[in-house]
């Protein structure tokens, strides 16, 4: 990958038994904390910065025609991320964010293999193979990409796939 990235290791099915967990950078360092209070109603998360302050949160829609999350930044909205209706041969959900700049994951959602892109550019990716211990992946964000919305909405498809797309 091009150096203007950071990369972000995330536990894989995290919140299969509703704990807590951590975001490290690329050196193994913590940036953020995860708060998984996935026994709520409406599968809320809570993303902490070091000092445990609240920086962001994710949380399900609970009237929706298809699985939706909200992703919310600094308290306020910052996109909403929903299973795209028709996708034959492949899983593509949209984060979609004020104004006309939109992201699009799509890969394979199950395996954690997929690319986010905004207007056909590729900004952020996720990937199992990149590192060896097997609970785990990691998230690549170009320079100038908003590491919040990038993490919010790979905590809003785990929760999605975790609940079941048909829920």
Same mark, same amino acid.
């Given at each position: 990958?091009?150096?203007?990235?950071?990369?972000?290791?995330?536990?894989?099915?995290?919140?299969?038994?509703?704990?807590?967990?951590?975001?490290?950078?690329?050196?193994?360092?913590?940036?953020?904390?995860?708060?998984? $209070?996935?026994?709520? =109603?409406?599968?809320?998360? *809570? &993303? !902490?910065?070091?000092?445990?302050?609240?920086?962001?949160?994710?949380? %399900?829609?609970?009237?929706?025609?298809?699985?939706?999350?909200?992703?919310?930044?600094?308290?306020?909205?910052?996109?909403?991320?929903?299973?795209?209706?028709?996708?034959?041969?492949?899983?593509?959900?949209?984060?979609?964010?004020?104004?006309?700049?939109?992201?699009?994951? $799509?890969?394979?959602? =199950?395996?954690?293999?997929? *690319? &986010? !892109?905004?207007?056909?550019?590729?900004?952020?990716?996720?990937?199992? %193979?990149?590192?060896?211990?097997?609970?785990?992946?990691?998230?690549?964000?170009?320079?100038?990409?908003?590491?919040?919305?990038?993490?919010?909405?790979?905590?809003?498809?785990?929760?999605?796939?975790?609940?079941?797309?048909?829920?």
């Amino acid at each position: 990958m091009a150096d203007n990235r950071t990369m972000y290791v995330i536990r894989e099915r995290l919140f299969a038994i509703g704990d807590d967990f951590d975001v490290l950078d690329e050196n193994g360092t913590k940036v953020f904390h995860v708060d998984g $209070k996935v026994l709520s =109603l409406r599968n809320r998360v *809570v &993303i !902490e910065d070091l000092t445990g302050a609240e920086v962001a949160s994710v949380h %399900r829609h609970l009237v929706a025609m298809r699985p939706t999350y909200e992703v919310r930044i600094g308290g306020e909205k910052a996109a909403e991320v929903r299973k795209k209706m028709f996708t034959p041969f492949r899983d593509k959900f949209v984060i979609d964010v004020p104004g006309p700049d939109d992201l699009e994951m $799509k890969g394979n959602l =199950l395996d954690h293999e997929y *690319v &986010i !892109e905004q207007g056909g550019t590729e900004v952020a990716s996720v990937s199992k %193979r990149w590192l060896t211990l097997h609970d785990t992946y990691a998230v690549q964000i170009t320079a100038g990409i908003d590491p919040l919305l990038i993490i919010g909405s790979v905590l809003a498809l785990d929760l999605a796939m975790n609940r079941g797309v048909g829920d």
